[in-house]
């Protein structure tokens, strides 16, 4: 499990640490687009976008195609639900056994109600 | 967090990954802090919540000296304990402990409880020493095994 989840999820991981890159990800959830229009609309160089680009596209995260002399970059599914379903499961079993928790307290509440509010101080 | 401080807005849990190593939970709790920390620091009132029917465990004991320093031992049968030690206990606001159970792989688990109006707000982060171990820890091991394993099987067939 260590070994799977190791080799790949690490490299997703590491590139969505990165605001910009999470931001371009979203981008290229509209509608794919060129490396020179992702650094027009973030403000960026083309050396420092094609970097950005570089890390998500190692990571699975979107993939890029020539066409002429323009390069075009798209999201790459896989990848993006790995992550998302690593959050999904830990959000499943966080969610509930707050639930859970929801009913105890709300039970604690009615016994302080009745026995009088220091039974749990 | 602006607005989910608004009161009328419902309990929801949010998971984030702050980092390769961190994991960070927030939940929102219509009550007390001193009841949210009591819920979470008594063993009778611990094992109600901890182990929810969807885990498919079952919780047989639940040992737990609830102060820095102290130790706990929650076990799941067959051998299958989880334990560590209580970094730091501050009621009602503060528990900081060790997940030994994993060797070297352990991670510190801090969570704060903030009252506000009458309500609480709950921050757990998850801090592991390796993004190896956070990757392994997915919430439920199994689960997210699982599906993965779904996950692939599904992508397969859209190839």
């Known amino acids: 499990m260590v070994q799977y989840s190791d080799t790949r999820l690490d490299a997703p991981f590491a590139a969505l640490a990165d605001g910009t890159r999470r931001g371009v990800l979203q981008r290229l959830g509209r509608a794919e687009c060129s490396i020179t229009e992702l650094a027009e609309q973030f403000d960026m160089t083309l050396t420092g976008m094609r970097k950005h680009v570089g890390v998500l596209e190692q990571a699975g995260l979107v993939t890029t195609r020539k066409i002429g002399r323009v390069r075009y970059c798209r999201v790459g599914i896989r990848r993006l639900d790995e992550v998302q379903a690593w959050i999904d499961s830990y959000h499943q079993l966080w969610d509930a056994r707050f639930r859970e928790l929801d009913a105890v307290i709300e039970s604690m509440q009615l016994k302080e109600k009745r026995d009088g509010r220091d039974t749990y101080e | ?159």
């Open chain 2, 1 to 159: 967090m602006d607005e989910t401080r608004t009161s009328e807005a419902t309990p929801r849990t949010t998971v984030e990954r702050r980092s390769d190593r961190e994991v960070v939970v927030t939940r929102w709790f219509d009550a007390p802090a001193r009841l949210v920390f009591k819920a979470w620091s008594t063993p009778e009132l611990f094992q109600r919540w901890w182990v929810p029917q969807s885990m498919g465990m079952t919780l047989y004991a639940c040992e737990m000296d609830v102060c820095t320093g102290g130790t706990y031992r929650l076990n799941f049968g067959e051998g299958m304990d989880f334990f560590g030690r209580y970094l730091e206990v501050t009621p009602p606001s503060r528990i900081v402990w060790t997940n030994e159970e994993g060797g070297d792989d352990a991670s510190v688990t801090t969570v704060t409880f903030e009252e506000h109006d009458g309500r609480t707000l709950l921050v757990m982060s998850e801090l592991y020493p390796t993004k190896e171990a956070l990757d392994a820890a997915g919430g439920a091991e199994e689960a997210t095994h699982e599906t993965f394993s779904q996950l692939d099987e599904l992508l397969a067939t859209l190839r």
